[in-house]
């Protein structure tokens, strides 16, 4: 896995806002889920911003039926626009 920040000290919540979809699939090395973890035990609303990506992860993957792929894109509109601080 690519190690996605090299800064020693803790994130802010701007750096956890652009790893946080990958850290919730797994996807980030073990030195940036460490320092994510320790962010979201710290900051309230970085943590509910977790809950509620890993809620929509949840209710998507539990699903009986397949999710319409242009829910699916709007959805993945919509995270890229909050990363990039378009929505805040």
Do not use: W
């Not at 790893?19 to 973890?37: F, I």
């Amino acid at each position: 896995m690519k190690k996605l920040f090299s800064r020693k000290k803790g994130y802010s919540c701007d750096d956890v806002m652009q790893v946080l979809q990958s850290y919730l699939d797994g996807e980030t090395d073990v030195e940036t889920a460490r320092k994510v973890a320790a962010h979201l035990d710290d900051c309230k609303d970085c943590d509910l911003e977790s809950s509620v990506y890993a809620g929509i992860k949840t209710s998507l993957a539990t699903r009986a039926e397949p999710v319409d792929p242009a829910v699916m894109d709007t959805l993945r509109d919509f995270s890229n626009r909050v990363v990039s601080g378009e929505i805040e």
